[in-house]
C-alpha cells in the first residue's frame, strides 16, 4: 500500500537516526522546518521511539525510499493529528539535493493522501508553506491542496518578514 512505482514509504526506525541527524542539523534545512538549534543523536533517538503509537503522539514520520536502492532520500511527516475530528497536518523534505525534482515528493503526498484515506479515515490535511517556496507551493497545489489562508508576516528570515500559507485538501471518499 505505501509503494509507489519510484519510492516507497516506510516507518522510521533507531537505524535511521545518523542518517536523520544530518538531515535534521542542516541549516539549510531548518528554514523550512522551524529549527533554530541542532540536534543531538540522543534527542533524535528519543523523538523516534516516542512516535510510534501514532494515535498516542498524533505524529508520524515515514521515510521516504528508493524503490530501485532502498535508500532514503527524505521524511514525510503527519503531525497534530486529530482523529476525533478526522485531520493531521503535513511536512515533507527531500533531504538529499540530487534527488530533488524527480518526482519522488509527489508521489510520496499521493501514496500519504490514499493511505490517511483508508487507514484512519482522515477527512482534512492542511500544509504550512512559507510563501516564497515555489516548489513547495507547486507540489502541494499539484496533489490538489488549496490555498485557504495566509499568515501575514508570520517568519521572520534574514532581516524580513515573510508570509505563510495555510493549505488545506478535503480528502473525498
Not at 20 to 44: C, F, K
Not at 48 to 64: A, D, P, V
Not at 127 to 135: F, I, P
Not at 136 to 149: A, N, P, Q, W
Request: charged share 25%; glycine share 6%; net charge negative.
Amino acid at each position: 500500500m505505501l509503494r509507489g512505482s519510484k519510492i516507497h514509504l516506510r516507518a522510521i526506525e533507531p537505524e535511521d537516526a545518523a542518517k536523520v541527524l544530518i538531515w535534521e542539523n542542516n541549516p539549510d534545512n531548518w528554514r523550512v522546518s522551524g529549527t533554530e538549534a541542532p540536534y543531538s543523536m540522543h534527542g533524535i533517538l528519543d523523538y523516534i521511539n516516542s512516535i510510534h503509537n501514532f494515535r498516542q503522539s498524533g505524529e508520524m514520520r515515514l521515510m521516504i525510499c528508493l524503490n530501485d536502492t532502498n535508500e532514503a532520500v527524505g521524511t514525510l511527516d503527519l503531525f497534530e493529528a486529530n482523529f476525533k475530528h478526522g485531520r493531521a497536518g503535513i511536512g515533507i523534505l527531500i533531504a538529499e539535493e540530487k534527488e530533488r525534482n524527480k518526482g519522488f515528493a509527489r508521489e510520496s503526498l499521493e501514496i500519504l493522501i490514499e493511505y490517511c484515506q483508508i487507514m484512519f479515515d482522515f477527512h482534512n490535511l492542511t500544509a504550512n508553506v512559507l510563501e516564497d517556496n515555489t516548489s513547495s507551493i507547486h507540489l502541494f497545489e499539484s496533489v490538489g491542496f488549496e490555498l485557504v489562508g495566509t499568515r501575514k508576516e508570520w517568519f521572520f528570515d534574514q532581516g524580513k518578514r515573510i508570509n505563510e500559507r495555510i493549505y488545506q485538501l478535503c480528502l473525498k471518499k
